[in-house]
């Protein structure tokens, strides 16, 4: 049995600070279950009543015939500890704590959870909590919470296989609401609170492996352990579960006020983004949008993909599905010419058969050429997904052929009806999922195609599993040419040159490698080079290297008296197509992230960046470079020569191999710039930097 | 009376066609009227039938007992001009012409609508369509409409003043569904079918002056007449009518859908945006979202702008709130100390005060605390807009004191309740719109108050009546000079440069000038210099000059033997913060629109330009630059220079001013780059172009 068992899917709870009051936070849980028919034991306790909500209420916990499996402590923050010693003494396994009044509330609540927390780590029991609202399971109608929307909201019919997950149980609440009024049945119902004891990524691994969740939606602010939550991500992936996540703090202001909120820093958003995407969880920004994705999750299992056909009676419609599906992200590729043909024969003049097709409002009174045209689409290779738009009366006529297609074909078949269609439940039940609105179809459907395009060709989850590179011990010196012999030494393409420690060494190392070169100063103190008057560039002949190397060893001292001068890096001048950005970055949650970009000021401006955790290969640096909106600077935009992409690849593969082999030895690491030559000319990285962790 | 009003306000209706079958085009406009209680005459006209829903159908138009307001024609395409033209013979004064099969369908439809519209063009009628699905009078229940729509949407109670103005029937009707759905209470519903006689611009003219009309939701493939366009939007602002509009074609594949459906080409999107924005109309992007527009609408007159305090019960939904807001381009501003001190009297220690206010669940056992607040918040200066989240059973508690508040102070207050409050009404009707959704609310929200403080600040439509600047001729020889001389005229800062035709004038020229300089080639005939080896740069002194003057004209000469050169122009050097490209093009809808960007490939690659149809005065130009991504680089990004942001914008407008003085004599125009210089050193033109139209 898992440990958080008892938690969410208890066999007899108990309600301590219960009471006759159902809008009181000791009296809703006990209503919630009495009405809605919790088949465990139920102990009110309270030694002011004799009965609660027609059931004993008993004096104490010690007073129990036994030890329940929960107790709820609907109790105020000094009680709680005193309260839990006696349910330890009890033999109670899970706890949850309601009471406010703890690290949210400043320096004095801090303390007193970690009282809370260091108590609770010496006993065997499980406490959620504080702060929290409580659970409910929906399919056990074990009701832990004092959460007002089950008053509201309309109770489901039968079971549900949608779990939710929140740090924060008004949103818990209102994403509940939301999601029961688009009919979301579901299986838990689960607010973190404070998470003293039990974090979000271990009601996650409970979820991972609980027969009664198929689909998990969450709401995060911020992750306290990362690597659990990566592990619990997998689980979902494995288990072919899906798990949709709302993060909280898009913006500065969002993340400053999550912040004062939850006392926790929230993460990179950035970084977020690439995890959610690397572990195959589908990202969502909207409640709406959650729940939409949880209906949408029961047809997972058929054949989509980003590709889409759009089946309409309008042409309008039809452009304004195109747009909205492109500007989502999604494809409207034209048919091909023989698939065009086979819907003409069916289709008049004055519609349209490239993609969108406009079938026209004639066709609802041709249904044999509509089952034929389905057919068509159901079998082509040139489409992935294919959406009907078609308003009430129009989507009833053809349901019954959509229907029998969608038995027939384990493509997948959307339709969206803005009317009032009668068919819609027979082909939600038929496989094919109905839509009302248009933008809300979008939103729905775009991430969700983009999901089954991606996870089919994640492989992420796999290279994270491979064996690691052996470890590589970093130079006590961390100057310019240390830190890129260790970057070189993992196959970041190294640009020829040399260290010189005196004038004659330099003009040597320049007649070797052959003129123009640059000069660098070469120190481990000083960062900014440029600025410190230590870089020469263009230099023509043996005199002018020389009078460089005088004049950059002047300029460094007075710029630094301080620093440990080694000389200079001698390097022939090169140019390229482009300069690439190449960073690693430890993320206070996810650990090591990937950064790439173009170089330079405007990139900056524009946040024209790609992310992903480590380990990433050469088909995911190419991923990367391809996400760039400046990318066609590299394969040949307006007459410029192409880059050589696949050694920009290798490069950055190389790079993430020598981060890892470095391990915690460094906290960031940067190649800025990496040139990248011409088509078949390789890359240089012409910088480098790795920097040890602080303390 | 307005020429559109028999269309639109029939006070009489006869049907050509007329069926008995509701089902059927020629008996659903009968159907609606007899079931919704239209109150003027009737007329079924058909041959073969004596009574149609009960009504006494007449043989033939000549038979009326008197001449229609309207006639319907249910008939189809080679049956509709005969019929016009008894139409005209009775004296009918306005038409609908349902049937397809014209310009939409062809060389044939084509030839077939042209010969309708010269018909039309010769008698006094009014004829909307063809291809339309028909009209609907929501005031007077005169549907002259075969949307099937109304026979599912629910039909209003009262009277209604949105009126729904498409160019497709299918989108009248999707958009009629769904705002129904939403409670929109509509005044007319007007699809334009294929324009032949009345277009868009024309409808929207007597929306206008309509005083059943409010406010217009409209959807756009293609205007016809954009000056038409342009002073019917400028009249709904004047009367202080709001005008909100979706334009289709957002994406290529949109645009290609939109072209082969109305056999229009879709106009350039960003210039739509553009006009929109100087038009203060409001664009949507999503037919829930226009809906919702269409409510908040009736609450235009209350004070608002984008600054937002945010109020909620839970410091997770105020960072979301946060979030959503900011992404959608309002403010979220932290509060005064002041106002924050007055809030902290009723909001505990754990509770926010700096925005999001997070007053915590406790507050609604403190109704005195409430009023104050909200009072306070009423009267700020540091936020133009109050938003409420309050679920269910909070928002009701608290919903007394928003109307009292909203009743006693203009300022816009606007709740949202994921839950189930009962005093959704109240609020309502108190002045505080409701919504039931964060995205929702966001995405109506969001333009509606961006809108709001926009159209405060709209400089346009004044600048716009001014008398324009007088006309310049343009010159017969549109070389660089030339086109800068033009330029220079009114007002575009010109660089210190000078014209020479012989080695000799060129090194006269340096030395007046200054070293060192650069030599361009002048020819009308050489529109890429670089390209033809025209342009050499860095000349240090007179020497270099001669030897540049010589090897340019021979360049040129080998690259465009036919070409007419008039010497070369001598320029000294000059460097700057930053260069702009400012061009003006003519838009087949809107005329001349402007184009201002940082110049250079990535700005290309980001797409970062700002758009304005013409004038544009100093102004607006700080607007656009404003606007751009990149325009940190013009203000002191990272230790750069500020550039001279009120000479390029001196610089916009006169260039602004020059095109319009040029007028019909250019179809683009552009100065590229515009050198901007360091603060308070101005700006230099580098290089200008003139095209005159090709034809």
Not at 279 to 308: C, E, N, P, T
Not at 314 to 335: C, M, R, Y
Request: charged share 20%; hydrophobic share 50%; aromatic share 6%.
């Amino acid at each position: 049995m898992h440990r958080l068992q008892p938690l969410l899917d208890p066999a007899s709870i108990a309600i301590v600070g219960a009471s006759n009051n159902p809008a009181r936070i000791g009296g809703m849980p006990i209503a919630h279950l009495t009405k809605f028919g919790y088949a465990g034991a139920i102990y009110p306790i309270n030694p002011k009543y004799q009965e609660v909500f027609g059931l004993r209420c008993w004096p104490d916990i010690e007073a129990l015939p036994a030890a329940p499996d929960l107790v709820v402590l609907a109790i105020a923050a000094p009680e709680v500890l005193p309260m839990l010693r006696r349910c330890a003494a009890k033999g109670v396994r899970a706890v949850i704590v309601y009471a406010a009044g703890f690290a949210e509330e400043g320096e004095r609540g801090a303390a007193l959870q970690a009282e809370l927390a260091a108590y609770v780590a010496s006993t065997d029991m499980v406490v959620a909590g504080p702060n929290a609202m409580g659970f409910a399971n929906l399919n056990t109608q074990a009701h832990t919470n004092f959460a007002s929307v089950f008053n509201t909201a309309p109770m489901q019919a039968g079971t549900g296989s949608v779990s939710l997950l929140t740090q924060s149980g008004n949103v818990c609440a209102a994403v509940y609401a939301i999601a029961r009024r688009l009919g979301v049945a579901f299986s838990h119902f689960i607010n973190t609170g404070n998470e003293a004891c039990v974090d979000f990524a271990q009601y996650l691994e409970y979820l991972a492996q609980d027969e009664a969740t198929d689909v998990c939606i969450g709401y995060i602010e911020e992750l306290r352990d990362g690597a659990r939550f990566i592990a619990a991500a997998e689980e979902f992936a494995r288990r072919d579960k899906l798990l949709i996540l709302y993060k909280a703090g898009e913006t500065d202001k969002g993340s400053e006020a999550v912040r004062s909120h939850t006392s926790a820093l929230a993460g990179d958003q950035a970084i977020y983004r690439a995890a959610f995407r690397q572990l195959d969880i589908i990202q969502s920004h909207d409640f709406v949008q959650m729940a939409q994705l949880a209906h949408l999750a029961s047809y997972r299992r058929r054949r989509a993909g980003k590709r889409v056909a759009i089946i309409t009676i309008s042409g309008a419609l039809g452009a304004i599905l195109a747009d909205k599906f492109i500007g989502a992200g999604l494809e409207v590729p034209t048919l091909p010419a023989e698939l065009q043909q086979q819907l003409r024969a069916g289709i008049p003049d004055y519609g349209m058969v490239a993609n969108p097709v406009d079938v026209t409002g004639n066709v609802v009174n041709d249904p044999g050429f509509v089952r034929t045209a389905l057919e068509a689409l159901a079998t082509s290779d040139a489409v992935d997904t294919v959406v009907i738009y078609a308003p009430g009366y129009m989507l009833d006529r053809m349901a019954g052929d959509l229907c029998a297609v969608a038995a027939a074909h384990p493509r997948l078949f959307v339709a969206i009806d803005t009317g009032a269609a009668q068919s819609r439940e027979q082909l939600r039940a038929g496989g094919v999922p109905v839509f009302e609105d248009i933008g809300v179809a979008t939103a729905a459907l775009a991430p969700f195609l983009l999901w089954q395009q991606q996870r089919q060709r994640n492989r992420w989850r796999a290279l994270r599993h491979q064996a690691p590179p052996p470890a590589t011990a970093l130079p006590e010196v961390l100057d310019e040419h240390q830190c890129k012999a260790v970057l070189a030494a993992s196959g970041v393409p190294a640009a020829p040159e040399r260290r010189a420690r005196s004038a004659d060494e330099a003009v040597a190392a320049a007649d070797a490698l052959g003129y123009p070169v640059a000069l660098k100063v070469l120190s481990p103190d000083i960062a900014h080079k440029t600025e410190a008057g230590g870089v020469r560039l263009h230099l023509a002949d043996g005199a002018q290297v020389r009078a460089a190397f005088d004049q950059i060893l002047a300029s460094a001292r007075a710029h630094a008296p301080q620093a440990r001068l080694d000389g200079v890096l001698v390097a022939p001048m090169q140019s390229g197509v482009a300069e690439l950005i190449v960073g690693a970055t430890r993320d206070p949650v996810f650990g090591m992230a990937l950064t790439v970009g173009l170089g330079g000021v405007l990139t900056e401006l524009y946040q024209d960046v790609s992310h992903r955790l480590l380990p990433v290969d050469e088909a995911m640096a190419a991923d990367m470079l391809a996400e760039l909106k400046a990318y066609p600077l590299l394969t040949g935009y307006r007459g410029r020569p192409p880059a050589d992409v696949d050694a920009a690849c290798a490069a950055i593969a190389a790079f993430s191999r020598a981060v890892q082999a470095l391990g915690r030895q460094v906290s960031e690491a940067e190649v800025n710039p990496l040139l990248i030559k011409a088509s078949g000319q390789g890359a240089a990285m012409l910088d480098a930097l790795l920097l040890a962790p602080a303390d």
